[in-house]
């Protein structure tokens, strides 16, 4: 009871401040309590709707018949909860104003609701002799633009604010205090003015929508549309230079667009907005499954591959030490052939380290940068029968793990370009830390180059520099024909 009895006083004082503003004859040129009805019914849910009714009829006026009273308030009635049921078929229950589908659902809602009880009062009315026929096309007009501008204020804004999380505020106050302040500033400008500058205010309503969401929107809206409205009451601003009904058909339709454009717009930031965090959320969703599939490759290659390679430099060893016992000749034909498949197996080994370091997410975080540059110089070494040596700190390096991911490729390629390029029969990699810095310098005795002759067809420095860019670093390429090459790269320490 002490429910319905405050939503009858909220609907009451809603139709009361819509008698007080901009009347045109019996119809309001502003009509809130559309949008209250529909509100407490579509959030609360239809058992509130006593409260309603209760409120409409301690608003009536009782110089009307009994009956045109009566037929008045079931038609306020029918409006709001036809809309409503129109609001749950398109948009379900939870309608925050944050789709462009919902703004239109409200619109249409409230529409076809006002539809409903502008027919009915214009029918009550016409019957009852308080309009004449020929007022009847423009009574409906207002009374529909009248309920339909009232609810595109009030809907929205109770909707937004009901059901939108409250974390879209968070760090916005003061911007959100500022932008009503703007809107206020504006519309006091624009209906103050002898000036054509109505609409000088969207600017504001533009700024609500893109930077404080429907609840920012529809509350810009709402102090805009007060202020419109108070103003053309008092014969102030652009409205009141035409007669009553014209300067009320303004209004409307000056208090709809600014509803729907701002709504809109708002509902098309708010659907960007999502379908970004979406996009963000599935691709982490995505690395994640990524990173289990590698770990899963990781895990078989090293169950599977690595102990067979393991297994077979065992057996080589065996096979050795067996020649060696039976007294054969190990530099012969068939000793030469172990040497050969212990080789082979020995740098399959290593490359297949270096592979599972690379697919098993966290593991050059836990082994570190230099171990594992070392098991990559290995694995290369072993494969390619050139002379690879890393020299580094045990300690871990002041870096960050995404840091060491980018120097870690960095590496990888330097190294792939001596294999690939250079000719080199040795290469080293020394790797630095001082308080500041930390250097990792890739140097080998190849045939060289020019840097100044490498044009930007050359993909892969230019990739190079991009990644020591992004890590805020430096790289130094020292190089000549014949006198190998030195690649240096610096990057900033980090705290650990």
């Known amino acids: 009871m002490a429910g319905v009895l405050l ?13 007080a503003l901009l009347l045109t004859g019996p119809a ?24 309603v009714l209760l409120g409409d009829l301690l608003t009536r006026e009782f110089a009307l018949p009994l009956w045109a009273v009566l037929v008045e308030t079931a038609g306020n009635m029918a409006r709001a909860l036809l809309a409503v049921v129109i609001l749950q078929r398109l948009v379900g229950r939870r309608a925050a104003m944050d789709r462009l589908e919902q703004v239109g659902a409200v619109f249409v809602a409230v529409a076809a609701g006002e539809v409903v009880s502008a027919t009915v009062a214009m029918l009550a009315r016409q019957t009852g002799g308080l309009i004449e026929v020929s007022e009847m096309g423009v009574f409906w007009r207002s009374w529909w633009l009248g309920g339909v501008s009232g609810g595109l204020v009030v809907v929205p804004l109770a909707l937004a604010w009901a059901n939108a999380p409250a974390s879209v505020w968070r760090g916005r106050k003061v911007e959100g205090a500022l932008t009503l302040a703007a809107v206020a500033g504006l519309s006091v400008i624009a209906f103050s003015a002898d000036q054509p500058l109505t609409y000088m205010v969207f600017p504001a309503f533009i700024w609500a929508a893109l930077r404080l969401g429907p609840q920012g929107a529809t509350l810009a809206v ?16 652009p409205f009141v230079e035409h007669s009553p009904t014209d300067s009320a058909l303004n209004l409307q339709f000056y208090i709809v667009f600014a509803a729907l454009t701002t709504g809109c717009l708002a509902a098309i ?3 960007r907005r999502r379908a970004a965090l979406e996009l963000a959320e599935s691709q982490r969703r995505e690395g994640e499954r990524a990173a ?12 599977s591959v690595s102990q067979s390679l393991f297994s077979t430099t065992l057996h080589v060893r065996t096979a050795q030490r067996a020649l060696e016992l039976e007294q054969l000749d190990a530099t012969g034909p068939v000793g030469e052939e172990l040497s050969e498949i212990g080789q082979l197996t020995r740098g399959a080994l290593a490359e297949m380290r270096a592979l599972i370091l690379e697919l098993q997410p966290g593991a050059l975080a836990e082994e570190g940068l230099v171990a594992a540059l070392t098991k990559q110089a290995a694995a290369l070494s072993a494969r390619e029968g050139r002379v690879i040596e890393v020299d580094g700190p045990d300690a871990p390096l002041p870096l960050g793990p995404e840091v060491e991911e980018q120097l870690y490729r960095l590496g ?5 370009n001596v294999v690939k390029h250079a000719r080199a029969s040795s290469a080293t990699v020394r790797i630095a830390v001082n308080e500041n810095a930390v250097t990792i310098e890739v140097s080998d005795d190849g045939r060289g180059f020019d840097p100044a002759a490498v044009g930007p067809e050359h993909f892969g420095l230019r990739s190079m520099r991009g990644r020591v860019a992004d890590l805020g670093g430096r790289l130094e390429i020292t190089s000549a024909p014949g006198r190998g090459t030195v690649l240096r790269v610096e990057v900033p320490a980090q705290s650990q």
């Open 28 to 51: 309001g040129a502003f009509w809130p309590a559309t949008g209250v009805g529909i509100a407490v019914l579509y959030l609360g849910g239809l058992r509130w709707w006593p409260g």
């Open 222 to 237: 709402a102090v805009g549309a007060v202020i419109a409205v108070l103003a053309t009451l008092n014969e102030v601003g």
């Open 412 to 416: 990888q390629e330097a190294l792939a």
């Open 7 to 19: 939503v009858a006083a909220g609907y009451y004082a809603a139709v009361q401040g819509g008698l």
């Open 292 to 303: 289990l599939e590698r770990q899963r490759i990781a895990r078989d290659l090293h169950d």
């Open 269 to 271: 930031v708010s659907e």
